[in-house]
């Protein structure tokens, strides 16, 4: 079945940087779009941006733009979401999660990765 | 961009009635919504697509309807593992777009 696995919990300090990776399987990887989306602490969903992952091209939401970039490497069916210029409103967790056909809906999401800003 | 609208915010409902929550965009998206499930600590599902299609594994009693800017998800008879919190989504363009969440809680 289609998965997405996520990597571990981060803990970074103000005016880090975080990568996020989100493995593939179950699917030929580069045949459908992966979005990331990410939730702070008791508030609601957010979306930050997308990346093809044949042509590797992307589109981020304006308020990430200069501070996200959404990688992939083809080779291990696995996508990135690197956040730079970290603040305490960037405590969140991130999902990565794929979208299925044409005009996306999200199915299947990543199990989430909490990454915690802290001096 | 689109910004999308839910309400009410949270609702208490006891086993077996019927609730309904509404999300409405601030502009035309056709049937471009969708609606999530999510529970504590874990990542939302998607129940219902494009409006109105039941998410294949999803129960009969959830059930979607709307177009244009208005949307509602009903479910037909409330069951303890329903309690959570229902999210609608646009994805007619980016930015994509979601309602700030409806919580369902046990009366």
Same mark, same amino acid.
């Given at each position: 079945?289609?998965?997405? @696995?996520?990597? !571990? *919990?981060? %803990?970074?300090?103000?005016g880090a940087s975080v990568r996020v990776s989100c493995k593939a399987s179950g699917y030929t990887f580069t045949g459908y779009y992966l979005h990331w989306v990410r939730q702070a602490p008791g508030q609601g969903?957010?979306?930050? !941006?997308?990346?093809?992952? +044949?042509?590797?091209?992307? +589109? ?7 501070? @996200?970039? %959404?990688?992939? /490497?083809?080779?291990?069916?696995? *996508? ?9 409103? /960037?405590? *969140? %967790?991130?999902?990565?999660?794929? @979208?299925? *056909?044409?005009?996306?809906?999200? /199915?299947?999401?990543?199990? !989430?990765?909490? %990454?915690? @800003?802290?001096s | 961009d689109i910004q999308m609208t839910q309400s009410p915010s949270s609702l208490s409902a006891s086993v077996g009635d019927r609730v309904t ?19 504590? $600590?874990?990542? #939302? ?13 999803? #129960?009969?009693?959830? =059930?979607?309807? $709307? &177009? $244009? ?21 646009? &994805? =007619? ?15």
């Amino acid at each position: 079945q289609v998965q997405l @696995v996520q990597s !571990g *919990a981060e %803990v970074k300090k103000p005016g880090a940087s975080v990568r996020v990776s989100c493995k593939a399987s179950g699917y030929t990887f580069t045949g459908y779009y992966l979005h990331w989306v990410r939730q702070a602490p008791g508030q609601g969903l957010e979306w930050m !941006g997308w990346i093809n992952p +044949n042509s590797g091209g992307t +589109n981020y939401a304006q308020k990430f733009q200069g501070r @996200v970039t %959404v990688t992939r /490497d083809t080779s291990i069916s696995t *996508a990135y979401m690197e956040l730079s210029r970290l603040t305490s409103d /960037d405590t *969140a %967790v991130y999902y990565c999660a794929q @979208v299925p *056909a044409g005009n996306g809906w999200f /199915d299947p999401w990543g199990q !989430g990765t909490l %990454v915690t @800003v802290s001096s | 961009d689109i910004q999308m609208t839910q309400s009410p915010s949270s609702l208490s409902a006891s086993v077996g009635d019927r609730v309904t929550i509404s999300c409405r965009a601030s502009q035309s998206i056709s049937s471009f919504l969708n609606w999530y499930q999510q529970k504590p $600590g874990r990542a #939302p599902e998607l129940l219902v697509y494009a409006a109105s299609s039941l998410q294949g594994g999803v #129960p009969s009693r959830f =059930s979607g309807s $709307g &177009s $244009g800017t208005d949307f509602t998800l009903t479910i037909s008879s409330l069951q303890p593992e329903d309690f959570a919190t229902y999210y609608c989504q646009q &994805s =007619s363009s980016t930015p994509i777009t979601f309602g700030q969440g409806t919580r369902l809680e046990i009366k």
